[in-house]
């Protein structure tokens, strides 16, 4: 069983930088989607970041410029490099991933427990 596990979330002031990661307990061996999303105190869901097995990348506009994401293939770790941080950026991100089972609509989906990321103006 697939599971995910975040690291990284904490507190900084306004301009500062977080990096994220998101380990995969298992190897994967069909194609998948990573990504980061996040969830602000009465605000809905939100995706912030993706990449593909591929590496094709692809932000949210609000984050385009500031944030990277990025794998490592060998740790099976998916990190998000957070910089210039705005005490907009406050929610708590989860890591997805979309595991791929024959086709791009037929696939199963993973969630982590999240982690918590503050700026402080």
């Known amino acids: 069983q697939v599971q995910l596990v975040e690291s990284g979330g904490g507190l900084v002031q306004t301009g500062g930088s977080l990096r994220l990661s998101c380990r995969v307990s298992?190897?994967?061996?069909?194609?998948?989607?990573m990504g980061w999303y996040r969830q602000a105190p009465g605000k809905e869901r939100e995706l912030v970041a993706t990449?593909?097995?591929?590496?094709?990348?692809n932000y949210a506009h609000s984050v385009k410029g500031r944030f990277d994401i990025s794998r490592n293939n060998i740790g099976n770790t998916v990190s998000l490099q957070m910089n210039s941080l705005k005490p907009e950026d406050t929610a708590v991100f989860y890591c997805?991933?979309?595991?791929?089972?024959?086709?791009?609509?037929?696939?199963?989906?993973?969630w982590g427990q999240g982690t918590h990321v503050a700026v402080s103006s």
């Open positions: 298992e190897r994967l061996f069909s194609d998948y989607t």
């Open positions: 990449i593909t097995r591929a590496g094709v990348k």
């Open positions: 997805n991933l979309k595991l791929y089972i024959s086709t791009s609509t037929n696939f199963a989906e993973f």
